[in-house]
């Protein structure tokens, strides 16, 4: 696994905001990696997950904040720190996965697909013709606004495909769907799946716990990468010793979160008075406020993307 970011030049990235395949080999390769999602709609948050040493940032435009339109600035704020963007797609619609890869992305990650026909389909749009159907055109980022038009040959192999399977359904069908070529990584959503499996939030359910081992034997079968999101760095250790090897640790917002109030429970439990002393009391948390959630197994606090 990397280590982060060195210098201006991060070990999934090269110079300057194009990750040009590093990622997709890394993960083909069957090499770990760690990111995380960014839901805030904030190029800004992006740079500072990628100078704080994530291997990727995932832009999610499914559940996030933001629109196409971030795209435009994430990639070159996590680039600019040789981090490569992922972005989840709002639906597997051919323009919007071109747009995307227009503009830079490393990857796509398309969510509630159920079927290997499903499946299928939405990856043509990932590749140019005669592999697929993407659209062609050399003024965007991917091609260096037609200073680098040899990228339309390099591309299909440099993008990384990711496939969410958030069903019964589609683990049903996780063997053939990472069979398919142009499948690189079969990532599990927790909430989604658990929701569909009838265990809403219990990722300790018999199954929810088989589902996601049937997934991972089906990665490992057709040497796919196997991916899902955890809550934070002791869930994905755990993860990445049980042979997942594309883990999400929450998001921009979640993270945050957890720090602000891990940093301000600390502060009001050490300066909370002993009994008899004269200490001042303890700070007063702000009105309305609640108590923080108690720590929950991978991916259950509900304020993690699914």
């Known amino acids: ?26 993960v083909r390769s069957g090499m770990p990696t ?27 435009l499914e559940h996030g904040a933001g629109g196409e339109e971030q795209i435009r600035d994430v990639v070159p704020a996590a680039g600019s720190y040789g981090v490569p963007t992922v972005v989840r797609v709002e639906s597997a619609a051919r323009i919007r996965m071109g747009r995307v890869l227009d503009s830079g992305a490393a990857g796509i990650m398309l969510p509630r697909l159920n ?10 749009h990932l590749r140019y013709p005669p592999a697929g159907d993407r659209g062609v055109a050399t003024y965007n980022r991917s091609c260096r606004f037609g200073l680098d038009p040899g990228a339309l040959d390099r591309a299909n192999q440099e993008v990384l495909g990711v496939v969410q399977i958030e069903s019964a359904a589609a683990v049903g069908n996780a063997e053939p769907i990472a069979a ?15 929701h569909d499996l009838g265990v809403p939030g219990d990722l300790t359910a ?18 796919k990468a196997c991916g899902l999101l955890v809550t934070d760095g002791a869930a994905a250790a755990r993860r990445l010793e049980q042979g997942w090897s594309f883990v999400a640790i929450g998001s921009d917002s ?32 702000p009105a309305g406020s609640s108590p923080p959630e108690p720590a929950q197994p991978d991916g259950q606090n509900s304020g993690t993307p699914r």
């Not at 991060?10 to 080999?25: F, K, V």
């Not at 079927?115 to 043509?124: K, P």
């Not at 891990?262 to 303890?282: I, W």
């Open 115 to 124: 079927t290997v026909d499903e499946v299928a389909e939405a990856v043509r």
């Open 180 to 194: 398919l070529d142009g499948v690189d990584v079969l990532f599990v959503g927790p909430r989604d799946l658990s």
């Open 254 to 285: 979640t993270l945050l979160a957890a720090a602000v109030t891990a940093e301000f429970g600390r502060a009001r439990t050490a300066s909370k008075p002993r009994e008899g002393s004269g200490s001042p009391p303890q700070a007063a948390r």
């Open 34 to 60: 760690l990111g995380t999602f960014i839901g805030t709609a904030s190029p800004l948050a992006a740079e500072v997950c990628a100078a704080a040493g994530v291997d990727w940032v995932l832009l999610d």
């Open 206 to 223: 018999p199954p929810f716990t088989e589902a996601i081992e049937h997934v991972l034997t089906a990665g490992r079968r057709h040497g």
């Open 1 to 26: 696994m990397s280590a982060g970011p060195l210098g201006s030049v991060g070990p999934l990235g090269s110079a300057g905001p194009l990750n040009r395949g590093a990622l997709a080999a890394a």
